[in-house]
Each structure stands twice: as structure tokens, then as C-alpha cells.
């Protein structure tokens, strides 16, 4: 008789599942600042404000008229009718409250969707540098991801010339955001319009766009692919309150689809979720109908931080930047170090930086192998200008010890 005791293991998916990078990274920061280490965290796509007061207001009126039952499960229709009504005037999208669902942030949405469009097999193109959590996603629904590389000296863009020549019968969607995690790379209306002529082409493609950090993008004339009319019913547009609202921890995102693949994700939240917490809905939708001021002042505060990191990044011998013109990262390569060492540790990769960073000038960031570019490092400037002054003080010094 055998007596060995089994193992308990998970499943294969999940074991062949990768970690969010930037989350473990700031795991780690957590750490050593229980230690009693003084970290400067510059590693988390987090605004640092506060929620507005108006939005955190409605919350509490909601919580004091007992809105707090089950809605249905793409929300309740009066935030559904408002964020279609928004898309209409300020994206150019025609769609209706059918056509949207709202979930537990955009992350939810993009796995919805991805999971409801996505077969075994088929190919999602990704434009790289990739969010983390894209090809875990696309890897959960079974497909195949395609990248497709930006370069630093064209802003990290892909062209059209690019994207052209990955699509194959086998293409299912196109993959991208703008403002672009982790780059701050805004598309314009022009490039947007060369990637829809060469989509419409292609009859079986669908267009995800991420456009999540739209509110802090720092030049005018912001625009939606899916404004296009030849690739409008073929654009899934994904957005959400975490960026330009503060809101990280009320967990609202939202997808507008085609209204049968509206239903789908509807489907499908409907086994996992169900919709997303009642009282955030309220807050979404006070944020989303009332006072937009204070979303305007997070975006030039964001705008003056940019200017000064990249101001203390020239200082910087050997690190490599351009200029991102939405979101709050800058994203430059750092290859200039490898190789290099201040006699004790060696440099071989990003990731061997970032480390050395935390570790020797206590500043948190994140190495950018897991957003598809090894030879960058991801720089969040959703911090106070005195933290940003001091943390590239610090990483100016320790990067001087490396010969």
C-alpha cells in the first residue's frame, strides 16, 4: 500500500501564471521601510492625492441613503447613462448605456474583455512597452500575445509600417494604451487614423484601446480611436476613476463595447463579481457629472513634476531619456550601466539596477523587463517635489560609484 502524502499543488494556470512586477517591487519597498529605512517609493502607478471631497462626499451620502444593495451587475443605469454621455461629448464614441459595463477597476474590464473575445490560439498584438498585466491576461484567455516594439527615439511609437506587417489571419485584437503605462506615449489623432485604415482592412481584427490616464495628458486634443466610423464597431474602449480621480482603492473601471460584446462581459462578471460595490458607483458618478477642477489640478502638478525629473535627469550621466506627454512615468534606458560596478555589487541587467537602488540609494523603483523593455527602468513622478528632488539626489550619487 502506498503511503506517500500527495502534495497539494495548484493548477497549471496559475502556476505558469507570472507575479504583477510592479506590485511585488512595491512589496519589497514596504518591507524595508518596516525596517526603519527611510524608501522614497517610486514604484507604483498610484497618484499620491487624495480622492476629491465632492466625490468622497457623495460616498457618504450614499452610505446615509442606504444604497448599499446589490445593483445590476454592469452597474446601476443612472453612472451607466452618465459615462455614456461622457464618451459622447468628450470621446466622440457613439454608445449608449447599453453598451457599457462597469467593473472593479479597468484591470477587470480588460480581462473581461480579453476573455470574452479571445479564443485559444488566436493573436492579440501588443504595442511594447506593455503594461504588466496585458500578457498575463492574454496567457489566462489562451491566446497568443504578438509585440510589436516602440522605440525610445520615436517616443516609444509604434508606426503603422509595424503594425501592419503583425497582422495574420490569425490576429484577434489589437492591444495598446494612451497615455501609455509605462512610457506616457499620447497617440495623435493622425497616427490613431493610420492605425484604423490598416484595421478596417482586416475585417476579423478588434481594437482594445486602454485609455485609462486620460486625464493627464499634457498637450490638447486628446482623442479615442473608436471615434473613427470605419473601426467604431470594432473598438473596445477601457477606462476608469483610479488616475485622473485619485480613486485607486474605490475599484471602478469601465469597458464601452459593442453591445453584444457588452453582454458577454456581462455574462461573465456575472459568475465572478457580480458589479462592483454600490457606494463607489455613487462616488463614480458624482466624479464623472460634478467638478472636474480638481482633476485639472492633479494634471499640472503632474506636468511641473515631469519637468523637474526630467530637469534632474540630464544631471544624470548615461541615462537616456525623451519626453512623455501624458501619465506620470518616465521611462528612460539605463543599458549605459551594465556592466558596470561600485566593487561590490555588478550591473547586468535593469533589474540588477533597480535593486541596487532600493537597496543602496533606498528609492523604489521598477526594472522594466516585466513592461517588455529590459533596458529601462519606470519612474513614477506621482510624488511631492520634495521627494523627487531627494530620490534623484540619491540615485545620482549611487549611480557615481559605478565604474
Known amino acids: 500500500m502506498n503511503t506517500a502524502q500527495v502534495q497539494p499543488s495548484v493548477s497549471n494556470r496559475i502556476a505558469n501564471l507570472s507575479e504583477s512586477q510592479t506590485l511585488k ?39 446615509d441613503d442606504d444604497f448599499g444593495f446589490y445593483t445590476p451587475v454592469p452597474a446601476y443605469m443612472g453612472l451607466r447613462e452618465a459615462i455614456a454621455e461622457k464618451l459622447q461629448k468628450d470621446n466622440q464614441l457613439e454608445v449608449t448605456a447599453e453598451n457599457i459595463v462597469v467593473s472593479t477597476g479597468a484591470k477587470q474590464s480588460l480581462i473581461n474583455v480579453i476573455s470574452c473575445l479571445v479564443n485559444p490560439g488566436d493573436e492579440v498584438i501588443v504595442f511594447t512597452p506593455y503594461w504588466v498585466s496585458y500578457l498575463p491576461m492574454i496567457q489566462l484567455a489562451e491566446g497568443k500575445a504578438v509585440l510589436v516594439e516602440g522605440d525610445i527615439d520615436n517616443e516609444f511609437k509604434v508606426t503603422p509600417e509595424q503594425l501592419a506587417a503583425a497582422i495574420t489571419p490569425r490576429t484577434k485584437a489589437i492591444l495598446y494604451s494612451s497615455p501609455s503605462n509605462p512610457t506616457g506615449t499620447v497617440y ?11 484595421v478596417a482592412q482586416h475585417e476579423q481584427v478588434f481594437i482594445i484601446a486602454d485609455e485609462i490616464y486620460e486625464y493627464i495628458t499634457f498637450e490638447d486634443g486628446y482623442f479615442s480611436i473608436g471615434a473613427f466610423d470605419h473601426v467604431k464597431d470594432r473598438t473596445i474602449t477601457v477606462n476608469g476613476f483610479s488616475k485622473g480621480f485619485a480613486m485607486t482603492g474605490w475599484r471602478v473601471g469601465y469597458a ?33 457629472v460634478e467638478d472636474k ?15 523637474l525629473v526630467l530637469s534632474l535627469l540630464k544631471e544624470i550621466e548615461g541615462i537616456k531619456t525623451y519626453v512623455p506627454k501624458g501619465a506620470f512615468y518616465i521611462f528612460p534606458d539605463v543599458s549605459t550601466y551594465f556592466g558596470k560596478s561600485d566593487g561590490t555589487t555588478t550591473i547586468a541587467s535593469a533589474n540588477d539596477l533597480c535593486m541596487y537602488l532600493r537597496y543602496e540609494a533606498h528609492v523604489a523603483l521598477v526594472g522594466c523587463e516585466c513592461f517588455g523593455a529590459p533596458n529601462c527602468l519606470r519612474i513614477s513622478f506621482a510624488a511631492s517635489d520634495e521627494q523627487l528632488k531627494e530620490a534623484l539626489h540619491r540615485i545620482k550619487d549611487k549611480l557615481a560609484l559605478l565604474k
Do not use: N
Not at 188 to 198: G, N, P, Q, T, V
Not at 293 to 307: K, N
Open 256 to 288: 464601452a463595447a459593442p453591445k453584444w460584446l457588452a453582454d458577454a462581459c456581462i455574462k461573465m462578471q456575472g459568475q465572478f463579481t457580480s458589479a462592483t460595490c454600490s457606494i463607489a458607483q455613487k462616488a463614480a458618478y458624482a466624479a464623472i
Open 25 to 63: 517591487m512595491a512589496a519589497q519597498a514596504r518591507a524595508l521601510a518596516a525596517k526603519g529605512v527611510d524608501v522614497i517609493k517610486l514604484s507604483l502607478g498610484e497618484p499620491d492625492f487624495t480622492t476629491p471631497a465632492h466625490i468622497k462626499a457623495a460616498a457618504k451620502q450614499a452610505i
Open 188 to 198: 495623435s489623432k493622425e497616427e490613431l487614423k493610420a492605425f484604423a485604415d490598416i
Open 293 to 307: 477642477t480638481p482633476s485639472l489640478q492633479m494634471r499640472d502638478a503632474y506636468l511641473r513634476r515631469r519637468d
